[in-house]
């Protein structure tokens, strides 16, 4: 007797369920009840038929569910009650709602989010018009088929902590990224951390959009600049600002305390091999921490270098010697350019100093204070470090610079 057999057979034994002509015409009616308009039920009325109608539901057979559920789509207000069984329960039933109802609240829509399954999630972050909070919800599951809906949904608002939570879960599910580029609520501060672990047409992308000039906020800031040189730059809050602001990118005080001469003799050194020394004094010269010039050294895609060598006015050469002593290939096996390098020259000759100023003094300076615990998160990759000697941020820098040279260690 073949497998196909035998599972016909065993339906046939199976007892069926019973059909109650009396039990589909109650669940109508109640429906119907519930259906009716203001001026035909008051809101008493109403509230004791969805209490019967949810009683019954509980038992009920799945056909019989979804044909209440498809009753109560068209109504503009849902008994809470109803909603939150029918939201509830499998997908054939709540898709119907999810799909159709265009009235649930958001308060129903979180109950169901938080008790449910990804699919359910999915179909939420499909509807149209989903809200910040709701949003909120959907993302902290951290689901990337949740996720690519919502972020497709373009009636749909992301608060800026939802964004933060989308860029960490991006840096396993890289597709998703494409979709968060798309969103006007992304930030510099979030791109820019995006900008670490996307694929090149993404980096490139968040080059041309946020690399902006920082000119509107030097003209506005111009006359501070001269006050706070009068205090001695005593504020540490107006001295970091004002870093971040100035036109300036090279580090002159680093300069005077350098064993090199200048930026250029450090790169021309540079050339010949790198060792954690000599890129921490060229991140010295070049303004930036040390930890933040670990990264752009060690990022396997080269256009931080790029960044770096335009944003302190080094001159192209300067690009090929840092390329060069990194051990990176300059030409193929046949001699022909290498791709990624002249891809990385191809970042350098698009982008102006000042944007490119603005884009190295943002990851300079979110290492240290603009970075949201999210952000951290995503940064640190889920790595530890044992003692709370440093702060967060401290300690997220000094993963990133401990990460970056382990190789070469």
């Known amino acids: 007797m073949s497998d196909i057999a035998v599972s016909e057979a065993l339906e046939r034994e199976m007892p069926q369920p019973v059909v109650f002509k009396s ?89 169901c989010a938080r008790n449910t399954g990804q699919d359910h999630r999915r179909l939420i972050a499909l509807r149209r018009g989903v809200s910040e909070v709701l949003a909120d919800v ?10 690519e809906a919502l972020l497709r949904n373009e009636t749909a608002r992301l608060s800026s902590s939802a964004v933060e939570v989308i860029v960490g879960v991006t840096r396993g599910e890289g597709d998703l990224a494409h979709a968060l580029l798309r969103r006007t609520e992304l930030r510099p501060s979030h791109a820019y951390v995006l900008f670490w672990w996307v694929d090149a047409p993404v ?37 970091k600002a004002l870093q971040f602001i100035e036109r300036r990118q090279r580090n002159r005080a680093a300069t005077e305390k350098s064993p090199y001469d200048s930026l250029e003799a450090a790169v021309t050194e540079a050339q010949f091999g790198l060792t954690r020394d000599l890129v921490d004094e060229i991140s ?38 840092l390329w060069r002593g990194l051990r990176r290939p300059e030409t193929t096996s046949d001699g022909s350019p290498d791709p990624q390098f002249a891809y990385v020259q191809t970042v350098y000759d698009m982008i102006a100093v000042d944007p490119a100023q603005t884009v190295l003094k943002y990851w300079n300076w979110s290492l240290s204070s603009a970075v949201t615990p999210a952000l951290i998160r995503a940064i640190r990759d889920g790595e530890d470090f044992e003692s709370d000697e440093h702060s967060v941020a401290q300690r997220s820098a000094l993963l990133a610079l401990r990460h970056e040279f382990s190789r070469s260690a």
């Open 203 to 239: 980096r490139r992308t968040i080059l041309q959009r946020f690399a902006v000039s920082r000119e509107i906020l030097q003209d506005a800031a111009g006359d501070v600049f001269p006050i706070a040189a009068s205090e001695g730059w005593q504020d540490p809050l107006t001295r």
């Open 138 to 147: 959907l993302v902290e599951f951290e689901e990337p088929a949740v996720l």
């Open 23 to 111: 039990r589909l015409a109650l669940l109508k009616r109640l429906a119907d009840v519930v259906s009716l308009p203001g001026s035909r039920v008051n809101a008493f009325e109403r509230s004791v038929t969805a209490d019967l109608l949810v009683d019954m539901l509980r038992e009920a057979e799945l056909a019989e569910r979804c044909r209440v559920a498809k009753r109560l789509s068209g109504l503009s207000e849902l008994p809470p009650s109803l909603a939150r069984v029918l939201l509830r329960d499998q997908l054939a039933v709540a898709e119907i709602l999810l799909t159709e109802c265009t009235s649930i609240c958001d308060s129903a829509l979180i109950d």
């Open 284 to 321: 010295y010269l070049s303004g930036l921490k040390p930890m933040t010039g670990a990264k752009i050294f060690s990022d396997p895609g080269g256009e931080p270098l790029a960044i770096l060598c335009k944003s302190t006015g080094l001159p192209k050469p300067a690009l090929r010697a």
